[in-house]
């Protein structure tokens, strides 16, 4: 059998849903560290970036610049889910809620000065950090 024949039987359709589990285990994991430890965990924006890299390997996608943008794009909307969800909790454990509802009813503006407040600048480098790390393991 040569290689095109096993090429194209591949399966290339799954690297959407190993991406959305991606998507949805990331932040849980990242929010669930960050009120563990009562810190930010800035760093694990690089660990995100380097499981949406497996998760898209993983689901069969190639290299190229999908890939590269996809992972981009989903260490920056993992962080600020899980610094929303972080900020959220913290401010709604204080009034009674459970995370899911305090991050309901905070608003984006109440959102962004606590992500604000409570990042600093080692957070954003970490970030940073992340999205250059992902974009070069996912090239």
Avoid: C, K, Y
Wanted: proline letters at 4%; charged letters at 10%; glycine letters at 10%.
């Amino acid at each position: 059998m040569s290689s095109n024949a096993a090429r194209a039987r591949t399966v290339t359709w799954l690297w959407p849903f190993m991406l959305l589990l991606g998507l949805v285990v990331a932040p849980l994991a990242w929010m669930l560290l960050a009120l563990m430890t009562g810190r930010q965990v800035g760093w694990m924006a690089v660990l995100t970036a380097m499981e949406l890299v497996f998760m898209l390997r993983l689901g069969t996608l190639g290299p190229g610049r999908l890939r590269v943008a996809l992972v981009v794009a989903g260490t920056l909307l993992v962080a600020a889910v899980a610094n929303w969800a972080i900020a959220s909790a913290w401010m709604g454990g204080s009034m009674g809620l459970n995370p899911w509802d305090a991050s309901l009813r905070m608003g984006p503006h109440l959102a962004w000065t606590l992500i604000n407040l409570a990042n600093g600048a080692m957070e954003w480098l970490w970030l940073a950090i992340g999205v250059a790390v992902g974009a070069w393991l996912a090239r």
